[in-house]
């Protein structure tokens, strides 16, 4: 295998950012819809974004601020 010149790390290994910025995005999506709901029922909901595991992240929000109801969605139709 000849010698390189040049690092290929870089090129192999995806941006680390990527992943969450993705989530973010898709995070948006979802709470732009949530939004519009709420307001067609005349309530206010407030959304928040966290990274890390999970039950850790929601515990330690809800300890932290004033919640009244949390939801979790998920896509797992099994029951």
Same mark, same amino acid.
């Given at each position: 295998?000849?010698?390189?010149?040049?690092?290929?790390?870089? =090129?192999?290994?995806?941006?680390?950012?990527?992943?969450?910025?993705?989530?973010?995005?898709?995070? /948006?999506? @979802?709470?732009?819809?949530?939004?519009?709901?709420?307001?067609?029922?005349?309530? /206010?909901? =407030?959304?928040?974004?966290?990274?890390?595991? $999970?039950?850790?992240?929601?515990? /330690?929000?809800?300890? $932290?601020?004033? @919640?009244?109801?949390? @939801?979790?969605?998920?896509?797992?139709?099994?029951?």
């Amino acid at each position: 295998m000849p010698d390189c010149d040049y690092d290929l790390t870089d =090129e192999l290994l995806p941006d680390a950012g990527r992943f969450e910025r993705g989530q973010c995005k898709i995070a /948006e999506k @979802v709470f732009d819809h949530a939004c519009q709901i709420a307001d067609g029922y005349g309530k /206010e909901i =407030e959304l928040a974004v966290e990274s890390g595991k $999970t039950a850790n992240e929601i515990s /330690e929000y809800a300890a $932290t601020h004033t @919640v009244d109801q949390i @939801v979790i969605g998920d896509r797992n139709y099994r029951g």
